[in-house]
């Protein structure tokens, strides 16, 4: 996979902290911000589609059974 470096602005203390944490987990803060970038994507992405694929169910429709009309009258829904 080809690669591109990016500057990246964090602040001091945060970039400190996933220093340590990178030194914990024996990787680099280029493979942990990759790894929660693409998580981040991912997400995102499967967002975004689930949200299509409801809207497109929303704009067919659904069968109610009532062939577009109430089988019902107001009046029948609050009798009393």
Do not use: C
């Not at 109610?64 to 089988?71: F, I, K, R, V, Y």
């Amino acid at each position: 996979m080809e690669k591109q470096n990016i500057t990246l602005s964090l602040s001091k203390d945060v970039l400190r902290r996933v220093k340590v944490l990178a030194a914990e987990q024996d990787t680099s803060v280029t493979a942990i911000m990759e790894r929660l970038l693409s998580e981040y994507a991912t997400h995102h992405e499967g967002y975004r589609q689930a949200r299509q694929d409801h809207m497109a169910l929303l704009r067919s429709g659904f069968d109610l059974g009532t062939e577009g009309a109430p089988s019902w009258t107001r009046e029948e829904l609050h009798e009393r």
